[in-house]
Nanobody, 124 residues
Framework: QEKLVESGGGLVQPGGSLRVSCAVS????????MGWFRRAPGKEREFVAA????????YYGESVKDRFTISRDDAKNTMDLQMNRLKPEDTAVYYC?????????????????WGQGTQVTVSS
């Protein structure tokens, strides 16, 4: 059974950058489309970004478009989320997830495996 582990979270000042990563084990990541979600305190889980298997096409949530970049390295079984121009409202626990669907998907119910999350805090 696949396991997903996030890393790279931390504290960053507004306007700064941070990269979070997701390592997949137990199954080759190339079989999955992958996604990032986040949950801020007191808020609903929010779709952040997704990247499709095979094609590598990407899709972003409106609040992060043009600031965040999702990428994958199937040879290393890892996925990254590069976050630039961070804002305090980006503060959340960030989760990576894996899906058997062949395309990018925004719906969390279409993801079958999740990591434990990594905290990102944007504050001065």
């Amino acid at each position: 059974q696949e396991k997903l582990v996030e890393s790279g979270g931390g504290l960053v000042q507004p306007g700064g950058s941070l990269r979070v990563s997701c390592a997949v084990s137990g199954h080759t990541m190339s079989a999955f489309s992958m996604g990032w979600f986040r949950r801020a305190p007191g808020k609903e889980r929010e779709f952040v970004a997704a990247i499709a298997r095979s094609s590598g096409s990407t899709y972003y949530g409106e609040s992060v478009k043009d600031r965040f970049t999702i990428s994958r390295d199937d040879a290393k079984n890892t996925m990254d989320l590069q976050m630039n121009r961070l804002k305090p409202e980006d503060t959340a626990v960030y989760y990576c997830a894996a899906s058997w669907y062949g395309t990018t998907t925004l719906q969390p119910e279409k993801y079958h495996a999740w990591g434990q999350g990594t905290q990102v805090t944007v504050s001065s």
